[in-house]
């Protein structure tokens, strides 16, 4: 059974950092893609960032230069380092994984798996 858990979220202020974490389990993880999601009130959950198993990275625009998505395949844990956040960072901060060597995109159709969320509160 897959398992994602997503620790690492809290409330900073605008141009703080934070570092998200996901452990996975259940499942060979150095086969799938990775990916992190976020979701604020009233919006759809969009990408952020996506690696695939060779560490081939994608990023939405809007992220670009202030998050990095890395993974540890030995001990099977997702990272995402948000530097420079800005109030309309806030959201709830999903893990997400797919088989499959290479990404899929950053849609969130294209991912099987999710993790419950962590809460990242940016203020101004």
């Known amino acids: 059974q897959v398992t994602l858990v997503e620790s690492g979220g809290g409330s900073v202020q605008a141009g703080g950092s934070l570092r998200l974490s996901c452990g996975a389990a259940g499942f060979t993880y150095r086969w799938y893609c990775m990916g992190w999601f976020r979701q604020a009130p009233g919006l759809e959950r969009g990408g952020v960032a996506v690696i695939d198993s060779s560490g081939s990275t994608s990023y939405a625009d809007s992220v670009k230069g202030r998050f990095t998505i890395s993974r540890d395949v030995g001990e099977n844990v997702l990272y995402l380092e948000l530097n420079s956040l800005r109030p309309e960072d806030t959201a709830m901060y999903y893990c997400?994984?797919?088989?499959?060597?290479?990404?899929?995109?950053?849609?969130?159709?294209?991912?099987?798996?999710w993790g419950q969320g962590t809460q990242v509160t940016v203020s101004s």
């Open positions: 997400a994984a797919e088989l499959g060597h290479y990404c899929p995109g950053r849609s969130r159709k294209a991912f099987s798996y």
